[in-house]
């Protein structure tokens, strides 16, 4: 079966394969890195353009993650993506703004809620309700505001809200507009 | 020839991983929620599974015993980065979808237990033979408890984008917590019963 | 980082996303493990205790080594290399030192290595982007979740032992359906956090 567990010879044998292991991943890696790279850039660029279809070229800081939205170079807009906790775990969502601090739009990236109920944030009758709302309006209507929950997905709903504001709110502080 | 054979079918029936061993269950049940899914797991884990046993099966006169489970578990390891890496690099919605599952194909104690308990003591010949058979095995449970998922859980059937049928009048209303992982766990539950009740398996 | 934000991802961890429950990690010694309030209990201890002891390894690891020279990718490689290491020092340390420790978590120690919940908690950490402060606060209570689903599960298996059951659901079948209950009965913690 097994050869001998003779002095050093156990560890170098283990060595010997995690070298290879190694040097195994950095050739993969090697091949597929400016391809995952590639794959995330286009999806994010078809993110941006899910709120932006007239985009043509944005720009990225990478220190505070904001979006700026070119069309034939000029700024059209700006996003950022903002996380809240709702029912079941974070909720990633897409914010896009117009210059005049106004929402573009919102698009929940992704989401863990329960199907049927909260998970309904993703659907198109429950997010078009944002396009053109101001940070005023970011409340249940109950609460004072424009937002119209979803039956029996308070929570979810208030979740997104809180999310969206937080990113206005980031995005006024990173010298937006 | 025969040996190979009953070594195959050892892993889809008597000894299925899934049903009878009860091995393996994170990622099956995690990812059961779609039949495409199962069918990503499903290939990931027989890529796995087949390399892994290849690999275990032809260096086992050397590995030294006292490290035998470092090396299974390096190479296993180093086997589901490449899977990861591959999925990431060209079927982006897939390994969204099966997200962390596919690393932690590491722990799957499916294939550390076949480096274990075959691999590591037969030809490379016949662990192909019984890599193949466990992931078979494996597949055809993953799937069985998928289709249940997605049909109660959203009232159609879509394998790879084509909608193949759904159950009118239900499909607006299905039972989602069928997609829930309550979901998961009574199906699995269920299935295991109706299983010993075939007589496919011995009750305890 | 204020205290409010660790309690949310404690008790976020522990209830709302429970380990077993809902992301279906450590399912294995799940259903091996908990036909008795003991032995559910030690391997519920032995767990959170090697959680801790990964994450706090396994996030400078990550941070320090793997990141600034690019090597993000041997992440598989080098956690599960370290969990199953930790799980040899703490085995042979605990059983240096106390053997009557020993003996009530000995056994279960080893089967800790293939655990997803504790490979699983490393990965959570790196991908929901938490401090090293967060990250132990989020490895306790992926711990303690997993440890409180284990203690229900086994108090109800072995009232379960002694029920009327129908033949082809005793043992494995009725613990799974069972699971899937508890799950559902977690699910009101949901609008617990946020």
């Not at chain 1, 974070?90 to 809620?113: C, F, H, K």
């Not at chain 2, 990503?40 to 275990?56: C, D, E, K, R, Y």
């Not at chain 2, 890496?85 to 390994?95: R, Y």
Request: glycine share 10%; with cysteine.
């Amino acid at each position: 079966m097994a050869k001998g567990n003779g002095g050093a010879y156990p560890i170098l044998f283990l060595t010997l394969v995690v070298l290879v292991s190694i040097v195994a991943l950095t050739l993969i890696d090697g091949i597929t890195r400016e391809r995952i790279a590639e794959a995330q850039r286009q999806e994010i660029q078809e993110m941006l353009a899910t709120l932006f279809p007239e985009m043509d070229g944005y720009g990225v800081d990478e220190g505070s993650g904001v979006y700026t939205i070119l069309v034939s170079g000029s700024l059209v807009g700006q996003a950022v993506m903002a996380q809240a906790t709702g029912y079941g775990g974070a909720i990633d969502i897409l914010i896009g703004l117009e210059p005049d601090q106004r929402l573009r739009g919102i698009r929940v990236i992704s989401q863990s809620e329960t199907p049927g109920l909260g998970a309904k944030i993703v659907e198109a009758d429950f997010l078009e309700q944002f396009a053109g709302m101001t940070l005023g309006d970011l409340a249940l209507r109950k609460n004072g505001g424009s937002v119209d929950a979803i039956t029996g997905a308070t929570i979810s709903t208030s979740a997104v809200i809180d999310g969206v504001r937080r990113g206005i709110l980031e995005l006024g502080t990173e010298g937006g507009g | 020839m025969g040996a190979w054979v009953k070594n195959f079918t050892n892993g889809i029936i008597r000894a299925n991983p899934t049903f009878i061993l009860l091995l393996g269950l994170c990622p099956t049940l995690a990812v059961s929620t779609s039949i495409d899914n199962a069918f990503g797991m499903t290939a990931s884990v027989l890529f796995v599974l087949l390399a892994a046993n290849v690999i275990v099966s032809a260096l086992r006169r050397w590995i030294p015993d006292r490290v035998r489970i470092p090396t299974f578990i390096v190479v296993i390891a180093t086997l589901v980065t490449i899977v990861d890496l591959a999925l990431k690099a060209f079927i982006p919605p897939l390994s969204k979808s099966l997200g962390m599952y596919v690393p932690l194909i590491v722990v799957n104690c499916i294939i550390l237990g076949r480096a274990e308990a075959f691999a590591s003591k037969n030809t490379v010949w016949h662990s192909i033979a019984d890599a193949i058979g466990m992931a078979v095995g494996f597949g055809a449970a993953i799937v069985l408890i998928s289709f249940f998922r997605q049909v109660l859980g959203s009232g159609s059937l879509e394998v790879f984008n084509v909608r193949l049928f759904s159950i009118p009048g239900f499909v607006d209303n299905p039972a989602a917590i069928f997609l829930l992982p309550m979901g998961a766990f009574f199906v699995i539950g269920v299935l295991l019963a109706l299983f010993r009740w075939m007589g496919v398996s011995e009750c305890e | 980082m204020s205290v409010s934000e660790l309690i949310a991802i404690f008790f976020g961890m522990a209830l709302v996303n429970n380990m077993v429950l809902s992301k279906f990690l450590g399912l294995c010694p799940f259903f091996g493990v908990s036909k008795k309030l003991s032995s559910a209990f030690s391997m519920g201890i032995a767990v959170v205790l090697v959680m801790l002891v990964a994450s706090a390894v396994t996030w400078p690891l990550f941070h320090y080594l793997l990141v600034p020279y690019g090597f993000e990718f041997m992440r598989t490689v080098i956690f599960i290399l370290v969990i199953a290491s930790l799980v040899q020092i703490i085995e042979m340390t605990i059983k240096r030192t106390n053997m009557t420790l020993y003996n009530a978590l000995g056994i279960y120690l080893p089967l800790i290595t293939t655990n997803c919940a504790v490979l699983g908690i490393t990965f959570i950490n790196i991908d929901q982007q938490y401090g090293f402060v967060q990250a132990l606060v989020a490895a306790l209570g992926a711990g303690a979740g997993f440890t409180l689903v284990l203690l229900i599960m086994s108090g109800i298996r072995e009232r379960l032992d002694l029920a009327d059951i129908p033949r082809v659901f005793r043992g494995a079948p009725i613990a799974f359906i069972v699971a899937g209950l508890l799950g559902l009965a977690f699910l009101a913690f949901g609008g617990m956090v946020g």
